[in-house]
């Protein structure tokens, strides 16, 4: 099996902001929360076999996180390790330092799958296998996206993930250019605040393009509830 389809799905205020709470209240007698659930049900209308998240996403929502164990042994292979081969759906969770202390080895049924930096302490690897938690590496420092999606479809057998922040992780997936899709839902309200997460933050140089050679191409455009806004498209490589 080839690399799975990545659709990037996120939700944001009119500037691009993804926090919520920071959100203006929208029109009318609506609660902030109703428009926000549409994102969850177009979520469950993907019908993913998996989704991704980065560190500071998933210790915030669903897991606690610590400082990395200290590297004293590396004697256990830096190999994919796999808990739960036929698991319908996957939660994977980009940890290149190994901080996330997991209770057990799935969020509401989802196999969770842990995606490392090879300089992760040997007892951080056993620590996983004791939990029941899958993991594979990203190169030395966890970052090798495009080897990460790649272990995602031939060995995990993925064949379409969702990738849901935030925007660093986004940002990284974008720079890799192994985002396929993106579904973007704009909320009818605004952050304003300068620094703010967004969809995408990428890391890197100011005069750095990051999503050079790729373009998006409108598939959808769909007025929802309240005001809401979904956007599909597909995104093409081009020449520069």
């Not at 890197?204 to 806004?229: C, M, P, T, W, Y």
Request: with cysteine.
């Amino acid at each position: 099996m080839g690399s799975p389809v990545i659709i990037c799905h996120m939700i944001s205020s009119i500037d691009g902001r993804i926090l919520p709470d920071r959100w203006t209240r929208p029109a009318g007698d609506v609660d902030r929360d109703t428009l926000v659930n549409q994102y969850y049900e177009i979520e469950k209308w993907y019908n993913a076999d998996g989704w991704i998240i980065g560190r500071s996403t998933a210790s915030e929502h669903f897991v606690k996180d610590t400082e990395p164990l200290q590297v004293i042994t590396n004697r256990l292979p830096r190999e994919t390790y796999v808990a739960h081969r036929e698991a319908e759906r996957m939660a994977i969770f980009m940890d290149p330092h190994g901080k996330l202390q997991y209770e057990r080895g799935d969020i509401d049924g989802d196999a969770i799958v842990a995606v490392l930096g090879e300089a992760v302490a040997d007892e951080y690897l056993r620590f996983l296998q004791n939990r029941g938690v899958s993991y594979c590496f990203a190169g030395s420092d966890g970052h090798d996206v495009r080897k990460a999606v790649d272990i995602l479809g031939q060995t995990f057998g993925r064949r379409k993930l969702l990738l849901e922040g935030g925007g660093r992780i986004n940002g990284a997936f974008l720079k890799a250019g192994v985002i396929n899709k993106i579904s973007l839902m704009l909320y009818p309200g605004i952050d304003g605040l300068r620094g703010i997460a967004s969809s995408f933050d990428c890391v890197g140089a100011k005069d750095e393009i990051f999503a050079s050679g790729q373009a998006l191409n409108l598939k959808h455009a769909e007025k929802r509830e309240n005001g809401v806004l979904w956007l599909q498209y597909d995104v093409e490589k081009t020449s520069a």
